[in-house]
Every structure is written in C-alpha cells, then in structure tokens.
C-alpha cells in the first residue's frame, strides 16, 4: 500500500470565517483551531535530553514547536503573555504527557527584566540551556505608513526585535557547544506585504541578525539559524494581523492553494536544533507552500 501523502490536500484548504480577536488573541477560540500538532506529532527521540526555551509557545508555531521538542526528548519552557495563560495549559499539559519537563513563563517581553527573567528561570528549573526559539512577534496591519503611530512602530520593534536580542544575550553565557539559536522570519522578510511595513521590518532583522550571530559563533561551536514561514494558520491573523477579508482567503495564494498550518513547521526547528544540521549554520529555511524567495 502506498504511503504517498499529497500535500496539496495533506491538511484542509481552510475556509475561516468572518472573526476578530483582540491582540494576541487565543488560539483555543479561532475557527478553525490552528493545528499544533497535539493528535499527530510522533517524535523519535532526536533531542533527547536537551533543555529549550521557546518564546511565544502557547500558540501556532512556537506551540507547535514546543510539543514537537518534547516528543523528541527535551525539556521545554515557553514564554507567553499573561492573557494566554489557556492556550499555554494545553501546551504544558503535552509537554508533561510527553515526558518531559515544562516551565510556564507568562510576562511581557516588550519589558527587559522579562527577557532576562525568562531565561534565568529556565536555567534554574533545568539545570542549564542549550536550544533557544525566538519566535514570539505581534503583527498589526495599517493602511499606509502614515497610519503607524509612532508608539506602535515602537511596540513592534520591542515586541520583535528588542525581544529576540535581549533574550538571546541573557542565553548565551549558559549556551555550550552544541546548542543552537532560532529565529522565526517570515516570506514577509523578502517580500514584504504593503500592510505590514513595521512587521516586515522585523523580519528581515531576524534573518540578518541569525546570519551575523552565526558567524560570531561558529568558532564556539554554537549554530545559529532561521526559519521563514509563508501563510501559516495562526491567530496572529484573525487579531488585528490581517485586514477580514484577507483572513477569510488566507493562504490561498501559495502554490500549494491553501494555508500551512502550525505542526507543518516543526519539523524544520527539529532539525536545525538537532545535531542532524550540525554543519548547518547561518542558514535561512523558507516554508511557504510554494513560490521562490529571493536567496
Ligand atoms: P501566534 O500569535 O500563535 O504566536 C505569537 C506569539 O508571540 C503569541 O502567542 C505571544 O505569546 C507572543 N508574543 C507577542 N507579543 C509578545 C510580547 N510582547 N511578550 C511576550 N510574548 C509575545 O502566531 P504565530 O503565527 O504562531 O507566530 C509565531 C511566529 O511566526 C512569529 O514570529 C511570526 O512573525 C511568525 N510567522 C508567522 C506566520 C503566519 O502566517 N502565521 C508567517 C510567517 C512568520
Ligand atoms: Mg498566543
């Protein structure tokens, strides 16, 4: 019997209807619920006994992420926002069911005490740190540029970028050779959407930012590497992300003709964080359903 899956039609070509969630949103209350993986992730032991930090876990990719590094054998801690606390439960509960150790880090990450705070309690309730994901974002779309307040191009950058430099800089003194550091990207790094300028902005700095971290690195035997996805169903659409009529054809414009979903992205920050990509460092991988990112 064949094993084939298409993935034209591996995972639904969705459908979402009109819906509006206040920023950040949860997940638990999006139609349909984003799928991170919880009935299909089979792990097989690739990071077994590692400890991760992933920032935005409760939800989308970095949950999907999350239960993906437990059933592969890690310890993982998540970062969230206070208002997520329900989507983060069902992520602890799966990290715990698969084993493993969890740690629920709710707070801020605009604020730089949480940055710092996040990682000193992983390192305390794990004994050290050795894969870190920075993942969380906020993306808010405006019509023109000139509909961005200076307080919001502000939050967003701190949200994004201040995020993922203060944290990575409070984990590397605890990172050994071996470890690795993620980034999230976005194809909105390379092609920017007209609605997001500030978003994209903070893409293409996770991109730059993995390529040069990477090479400060490589001699301390530390890989550092980014992930972009393309349209991936998430909440971070339907709360404010992407104008309605955007969210209710969301996706279908790749190549594939429909939306990633979350557990679709796991794989690829298993395998950079494994010493599967050993020799990879530096390195960009783009899953978007199709269509050819500039290199
Ligand atoms: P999501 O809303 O499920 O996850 C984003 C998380 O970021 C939130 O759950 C929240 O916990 C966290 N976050 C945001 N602001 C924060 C703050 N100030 N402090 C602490 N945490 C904060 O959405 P997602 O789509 O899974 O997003 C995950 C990553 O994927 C983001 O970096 C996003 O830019 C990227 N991405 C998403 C898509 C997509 O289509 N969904 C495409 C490309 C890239
Ligand atoms: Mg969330």
Known sequence: MSTLKDPRTLFEAIEPPAQIQEEPGLETEATPVPDIGLDSYVGHGRLKGRKALITGGDSGIGAAVAIAYAREGADVAISYL??????????????????QKALALPGDLIELEQCEKIVAETVKAFGGLDILVNNASRQRW????????????DKTMKANVYSSFRVTKAALP???????????????????????????????????????????????GIRVNCV????????????????????????????????????????????????????????????????????
């Open 82 to 99: 206070p208002s997520e606390q329900k989507d983060a439960d069902r992520v602890i509960k799966a990290i715990e069911d698969a084993g």
């Open 142 to 153: 405006q019509e023109k540029l000139t509909d961005i307040t200076d307080e919001e191009f």
């Open 174 to 220: 605890h990172l050994e050779p071996g470890s690795a550091i993620l980034f999230t990207s976005s194809v909105n790094a390379y092609s920017p959407s007209p609605t997001l300028i500030d978003y994209g902005v903070t893409k293409a700095a996770m991109n730059n930012l993995a390529k040069g971290l990477s090479e400060q690195l490589v001699g301390d």
């Open 228 to 295: 972009a996805p393309g349209p991936v169903w998430t909440v971070l659409q339907p709360s404010h992300g992407q104008p309605q009529e955007k969210v209710q054809e969301f996706g279908r414009d790749t190549g594939l003709g429909r939306a990633g979903q979350p557990v679709e992205m796991a794989g690829a920050y298993v395998y950079l964080a494994s010493d599967e990509a050993s020799f990879v460092t530096g390195e960009t991988i783009v899953a978007a359903g199709g269509g050819r990112m500039p290199f």
